[in-house]
């Protein structure tokens, strides 16, 4: 079974930082893009950060950018995203998504916040950072 499960969240103070961690299984994603999300209460799924596995292309929604950096482990099968100089606007819960390659790019896709049903998702980690 594929699974893409999502940890490192919590509560921080503003300023603070935290790494996210999505780790598959159940299927190698060679090549694949991924991305994070994240949703907070009352808006609309927004993709943050995309990257292709293997590669080393990343794109990073203008909120984030210089704040966020996404990564990955290769041998583990781990997608990261180390927040810094967190805020309360990061607020939200964070989702890591899988989905086949796209010429349009993987960040581009990422950013477009927009998705199919190919794509295949974590259950979700909470951030909540306090003023």
């Known amino acids: 079974q594929v699974q893409l499960v999502e940890s490192g969240g919590g509560s921080v103070q503003a300023g603070g930082s935290l790494r996210l961690s999505c780790t598959a299984s159940?299927?190698?994603?060679?090549?694949?893009?991924m991305g994070w999300y994240r949703q907070a209460p009352g808006k609309e799924r927004e993709g943050v950060a995309g990257?292709?596995?293997?590669?080393?292309?990343?794109d990073y929604a203008d909120s984030v950018k210089g704040r966020f950096t996404v990564s990955q482990d290769k041998a583990k099968n781990t997608l990261y995203l180390q927040m810094s100089r967190l805020e309360p606007d990061d607020t939200a819960m964070y989702y890591c998504?899988?989905?086949?390659?796209?010429?349009?790019?993987?960040?581009?896709?990422?950013?477009?916040?927009?998705?199919?049903?190919?794509?295949?998702w974590g259950q979700g980690t909470q951030v909540t950072v306090s003023s």
């Open positions: 998504a899988a989905f086949p390659p796209t010429p349009r790019g993987c960040g581009t896709v990422v950013l477009s916040s927009v998705w199919s049903t190919d794509f295949i």
């Open positions: 159940g299927y190698t994603f060679s090549g694949y893009c």
């Open positions: 990257i292709r596995l293997g590669g080393d292309s990343t």
